[in-house]
């Protein structure tokens, strides 16, 4: 499976070899899980873990207002649970946090809305379909594994605002992204009844694109 996921990325690059702009993404992924009932009332929820997220792709049909961009990356997503602490005598003895992590390779195609200021500064929003393939997970997921299993593969769709600064054969900016889940990480029956774990994902990543001349003619 994860060989047709690389080979999916090759053939991507490959098709639009005739992108306008190549593009990097590079910073911080803000994430969190909650487990919810039936009626999507939350039974319990984790604090919001911090972790790294990393994207590359294409720009292509660039217009003064409108692109489309097709993107890959790894996302560390997750969540950080407060558990109690007790010591030998059953008291209270603080606290500590357990972290839980799930390692994505994520692509999405984005449609973005552009707005112009003077030649330099572009404004923009962004929509698009996403599709997460999960890659790897901690020892916390473990436990799941006893009841049901995690879902190999989420699609959601992503939303999208920025700002970019465009120079003569390069762009830098910075984007914010708001991933909404439409599956879960995994389902199972537990004392609530039927019960969801379902994960809530933004990113804050620093953009950097090229835009290299793909046909220029050999000499």
């Known amino acids: 499976m994860k060989r ?32 919810l009932d039936s009626y999507q009332n939350t039974i319990l929820s984790s604090e919001i873990l911090v972790a790294h997220a990393f994207m590359a792709g294409l720009e292509y049909i660039n217009s003064h207002h409108f692109n489309v ?17 007790i010591n030998e005598w059953g008291e209270p003895s603080g606290f500590r946090y357990d972290r839980c992590t799930l390692d994505v390779m994520t692509f999405n195609t984005l449609l973005e809305y552009k707005y112009p200021v003077k030649d330099i500064l572009v404004p923009f929003i962004s929509i698009g379909p996403r599709v997460d393939y999960l890659l790897v997970y901690d020892s916390f997921f473990d436990i799941f594994n006893e009841v049901t299993t995690l879902s190999s593969f989420n699609a959601g769709v992503s939303l999208g605002a920025g ?53 220029r003619k050999k000499k």
């Open 69 to 85: 961009s097709s993107n890959v990356g790894i996302i560390r997503k997750g969540g950080l649970y407060k558990l109690n602490m």
């Open 4 to 35: 047709s996921v690389i080979l999916l990325c090759l053939i991507s690059i490959f098709h639009f070899s005739n992108a306008q702009t190549i593009q990097f993404q590079a910073g911080t992924s803000f994430s969190s899980l909650k487990h």
């Open 163 to 215: 700002i970019k600064y465009q120079f003569p054969g390069y762009i830098i900016g910075i984007r914010s992204d708001y991933f909404y889940n439409m599956g879960t990480i995994a389902s199972w029956i537990s004392d609530f009844g039927p019960t969801d774990l379902k994960n809530y994902h933004s990113t804050l990543n620093l953009t950097f694109g090229t835009q290299p001349d793909f046909k």
